[in-house]
């Protein structure tokens, strides 16, 4: 295993979702980089990885970091990057990190694996050909609405991120602002209560207007206009 900057795709919920080759990395770093040291100690633990240096990266300490981390990495260790589930760089804090190592010349690893907007969009049935990810909507409604609007000619597949606690307020701006598009909502994919919902985003709002409470990792999937 050479020196450099592995980027390592973890489990989005199902421990089980981890590659072989993802493991022997994680066994043979000098230095694992993850947002939540707690989070990826649980998926350590499981698989009887013990005695590995944990550094803690996130959106608040990562100006601060990712010095040390690239004096590190130049001191011919391997360090393994991973986030708190999915693939490192992807609405992650792990970008910041990938592009100043680009910039230092040091060594970068792409070791593949589970990813839940490629999740999402093959278990929607939407067309997966062509799509544009959009990541977290802003939890500003005027800019949510500006960000929207600005798809709405948009003929590919559209992919988002939402937070449970704004989901239905956001399928509602979707239909005033796309009106009965197809759309799917995955919620806790991979996990014990895995639920995907498909419809016109009306239905789909009434079923969610149902529910006390609506819990866990939300991607939306909207078709794109015909």
């Known amino acids: 295993m050479l020196p450099g900057l592995y980027i390592v795709a973890t489990p989005i919920g199902n421990l089980a979702d981890i590659t072989l080759r993802a493991l022997e990395i994680l066994k043979n770093s000098d230095l694992i980089v993850c947002e939540d040291t707690r989070r990826t100690g649980i998926l350590l633990k499981h698989y009887g990885i013990s005695n590995k240096m944990l550094l803690s990266y996130h959106d608040y300490n990562k100006e601060k970091r990712t010095p040390e981390i690239i ?19 992807i609405s992650d804090p792990g970008f910041y990190l990938i592009r100043e190592c680009i910039r230092q010349g040091i060594n970068l690893v792409p070791v593949p694996g589970p990813s839940a907007v ?22 500003r409604e005027g800019r949510k609405r500006k960000k929207l ?8 597949t559209m992919v ?8 239905l307020k956001t399928l509602r701006i979707i239909k005033e602002i796309f009106g009965e598009r197809e759309c799917v909502i995955c919620r806790e994919l991979t996990k ?9 985003v009306s239905e789909i709002i009434s079923t969610l207007e149902k529910r006390e409470r609506i819990k866990g990792e939300i991607v939306i999937v909207l078709k794109g206009k015909e």
């Open 71 to 89: 004096q590190f990495l130049k001191g011919g260790k391997r360090v393994s990057l991973v986030s708190d589930s999915g693939t490192p760089g």
């Open 118 to 139: 490629i999740t999402a969009l093959v278990v929607s049935g939407l067309p997966c050909d062509r799509f544009v990810y959009e990541g977290f909507l802003s939890h």
């Open 149 to 156: 609007l600005s798809l709405i000619n948009e003929e590919r």
């Open 160 to 167: 988002f991120y939402e937070a449970p606690s704004r989901i």
């Open 192 to 200: 014990r209560f895995e639920e995907v919902i498909r419809g016109k």
